[in-house]
């Protein structure tokens, strides 16, 4: 079939090859139909549904091209186009919309356009009909060969009223340009504005008129815009008319034509959806006077435009609604950004409000009682909010926009203040919430929702079940975060960017070095990223087993690498809490370790006295696991936090590390009077070993030794080295 179809392609051109550009003007007895698809499919399902086809009288002469470059030629070729049908997506994904451009550009305007598009209401494209003059939007899969011959028929019949116009030129540029305006509106009240204001010109009258609209779904027709006598009546419905006006506009709906009758005219038009418009005007004229057919191909037009706008609203209200809960969505929350975006949207704040648990709230209530409950507190919002955009943007999750003085925390606060009482079953949800200035939001509605997002989950990492006011800082602080929390996990992905450093332990009387410190150390662009920042984000985007597992491949390299044997001190790891709190960590760490074919005298690890606290029997199982295969535990910066005797009963420790708090006040002539004095009496009492941290000066180190203590780590014996550099930097001594 599709050689078929290449024939047709050669005929035609083989046609125009010998007869040059054929005479437009002349009146052809059939209608020439553009096709322009770059699928043969589609081009032989046309050409099938077509033949033998008659429309108004005459039958039709189909061309068919490929690309827009072919449809251009198409035109120049054949003057008389009555109608194409264009791809929407061809060479490009907007070929269709280019070349629909590029007609009206070039003066095509008499041509009538029916788009096509293998997606079904993709509603972005929705826009092209509001801003190039196009006749009719189908899917490929609607237009079955009725449905395509009734377009083509209405599309022809437009075409045929256009040209037989093209005398009356005044006429018919304004009919053209009037139409196109209304294709531009994009709402029903600017639309009939506009419809109003073209039939008054068209008919030459500026006296009074209304147009009123209904619905697909009410039989209550409202004025959607008035002026004149009628201007008054904007907002009201049709019963508020006089009784002879709505008589009149009862016998034009027994019409198909414009009524003309008691100084009146009236124009009725029906959208497919079943939505209707009906424009009332004041005119002096009569019937006779009024030039019908300038009028009919203007109500041709109205119609298509009205059709496409009741359209474009009822994909609207879909596309920005919930359809299961039945309020506005994510969709709606963007728009409204948008809106107050682009009106500058001073004074005004979001809030990103989530219902704690929410999923257990569906796992207990079932779906059917949990959307009620959305939908409670969406209306209790609302309702404390006043004027305020209020959605619903995730399963549990409302966005609002609201003015700065309705949107405080006390508000929030009281919406969930007294419980929701849904089928005698009282709820009491609890919420966390992130308040943002909108001025301080991305211009960029989907940005600023993406930022409001992050907002919210930070709130609820840091103060959750809290109505936070997040200021400038706080968004800096968090968007830094977040772009090195995808950094970071990239860099262990590819296990770039991440390196290694060694610190030597040694022992305080001979600079000895027994021992040696892992310490990460992440390179990102040109920037050296300390661990105090990058951790703890390691830790909340659960990326601290990897970071583990690199560093304990770092040392094996080092290892592998040493010859001198001085590679076989012991190297300490530092785990993090989220690693601790993660049940299994430890049998996957050993198994780790064995693949890496690492053994105790090699490793040990350090653990922070947080880790102990936050999940202490959890913690402390991960950490007896890997002590009882034969790693030794130290227990990292010591008498911070929440010191307590009580963990050295419920963690097995075999070093206890002195944070450098304690280290940096020391004196030799009050050593004995300090907290270092204490805690290394402690130590010897329970027999563990000590390590001081952060020894800077040898009056430092002296004091230390004074007080017992055997081993240490600090700048004045080494700071953290490049493991590769480790071995050369230290020899198996630090002088001292
Ligand atoms: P930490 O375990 O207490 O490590 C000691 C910190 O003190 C290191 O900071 C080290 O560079 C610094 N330091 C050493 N000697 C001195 C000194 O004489 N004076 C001063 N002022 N500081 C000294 P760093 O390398 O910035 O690491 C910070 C923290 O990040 C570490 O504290 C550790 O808790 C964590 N960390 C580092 N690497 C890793 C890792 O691979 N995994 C995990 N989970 N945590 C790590
Ligand atoms: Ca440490
Ligand atoms: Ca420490």
């Known amino acids: 079939m599709s050689v078929e179809i290449e024939t047709e392609l050669t005929r035609n051109a083989a046609t125009a090859g010998a007869d040059g550009v054929e005479d437009g003007a002349a009146i052809a007895p059939t209608w020439r139909i553009l096709v322009v698809d770059d699928d043969p499919d589609v081009l032989e399902a046309t050409e099938f549904a077509l033949r033998h086809t008659t429309i108004l009288g005459r039958s039709l002469e189909v061309v068919y091209a490929r690309s827009e470059e072919e449809a251009l030629a198409a035109m120049v070729r054949y003057a008389d186009v009555a109608v194409a049908f264009i791809d929407v997506v061809m060479e490009t994904p907007d070929a269709g919309l280019e070349l629909v451009r590029k007609l009206r550009e070039l003066g095509y305007d008499e041509l009538r356009i029916v788009l096509r598009t293998g997606y079904p209401g993709y509603a972005p494209e929705l826009s092209v009909i509001t801003h190039y003059e196009i006749d009719d939007y189908r899917t490929k899969d609607e237009l079955t060969r009725v449905r395509l011959i009734s377009v083509l028929t209405a599309a022809i019949r437009a075409y045929d009223q256009l040209r037989t116009l093209s005398r009356s030129r005044q006429g018919l540029q304004m009919v053209i340009d009037s139409s196109t305006q209304l294709f531009k509106r994009t709402n029903m009240e600017v639309f009939s504005q506009g419809v109003l204001a073209q039939v008054g010109a068209l008919m030459r009258t500026h006296s009074s008129g209304f147009v009123c609209v209904e619905g697909r779904k009410t039989t209550n027709q409202v004025i959607v815009s008035a002026m004149g006598d009628f201007a008054p009546l904007i907002g009201k419905e049709i019963d508020a008319l006089p009784a002879e006006i709505r008589s009149l506009i009862a016998a034009a709906r027994q019409q198909s034509e414009p009524l003309f009758r008691d100084g009146y005219m009236v124009l009725l038009f029906t959208s497919e959806s079943g939505s209707k418009l009906c424009a009332v005007l004041q005119a ?407 390590v001081a941290e952060g020894i800077e000066t040898e009056e430092q180190r002296e004091a230390l030794l004074f007080l017992g203590c055997r081993l240490g780590q600090g700048y004045l014996f080494g700071h953290p080295t490049p493991i590769d550099q480790f071995n050369a930097t230290f020899g198996r001594q630090v002088s001292i």
């Open 284 to 690: 002096r004229a009569g019937r006779e006077d009024a030039d019908l057919d300038l009028l009919r191909v203007f109500c041709t037009n109205i119609s298509i435009a009205f059709e496409n706008l009741a359209l474009t609203e009822e994909m609207n209200r879909l596309a920005f609604t919930d359809p299961i809960v039945g309020i506005p969505n994510a969709s709606a929350f963007e728009a409204g950004l948008a809106r107050e975006i682009a009106s500058d949207g001073a004074g005004k704040r979001v809030a990103m409000i989530t219902l704690s648990g929410f999923p257990s709230t569906i796992a207990t209530y079932g779906a059917q009682m949990a959307n009620r409950l959305l939908r409670e507190v969406y209306g209790r919002i609302s309702e404390l909010m006043g004027a305020a955009t209020v959605t619903l943007i995730g399963r549990g999750t409302f966005g609002v926009i609201a003015p700065r003085e309705t949107l405080v925390p006390d508000l929030v606060t009281r919406t969930f203040a007294t419980p929701y009482l849904i089928d005698e079953i009282e709820f009491m949800p609890t919420a966390t919430t992130a308040i943002v200035e909108l001025s301080d939001l991305p211009e960029d509605p989907v940005d600023a929702l993406r930022m409001a997002t992050t907002a919210l989950v930070h709130v609820r990492q840091s103060r959750p079940n809290e109505v936070v006011i997040c200021g400038p800082e706080m968004q800096r602080e968090m968007e830094r975060k977040q772009a090195l929390q995808i950094a970071l996990k990239q860099a262990l992905n590819s296990k770039t960017g991440l390196e290694v450093y060694l610190q030597p332990i040694v022992e305080l009387t001979s600079g000895r070095v027994v021992a040696a410190e892992a310490l990460s150390r992440w390179r990102f662009g040109g920037e050296l990223v300390s661990p105090e920042e990058f951790i703890p984000i390691a830790e909340a985007a659960g990326l601290t087993r990897a970071l583990t597992g690199l560093v304990l491949e770092q040392i094996v390299a080092w290892r592998e690498s040493g010859g001198d044997g001085f590679d076989a001190i012991p190297v300490a790891v530092n785990l993090s809490m989220a690693d601790l709190n993660r049940p299994g960590f430890a049998a996957w760490t050993l198994q780790e370790i064995a693949e890496l074919g690492l053994k105790p005298d090699d490793i040990r690890f350090e653990v922070t006295e947080g880790v102990a606290m936050e999940d202490a029997a959890r913690a402390a199982e991960e950490i007896e696991t890997l002590h009882s295969a034969g790693y030794r535990i130290a227990m990292d910066d010591f008498g911070t936090g929440y010191s307590s005797l009580r963990q050295f009963s419920l963690l097995p420790i075999d070093i206890l590390k002195i944070d450098r708090s304690f280290v940096d006040t020391l004196e030799v002539h009050s050593a004995r009077r300090s907290l270092a004095a204490i805690i290394l009496t402690m130590t010897e009492a329970l027999g563990v070993d000590c």
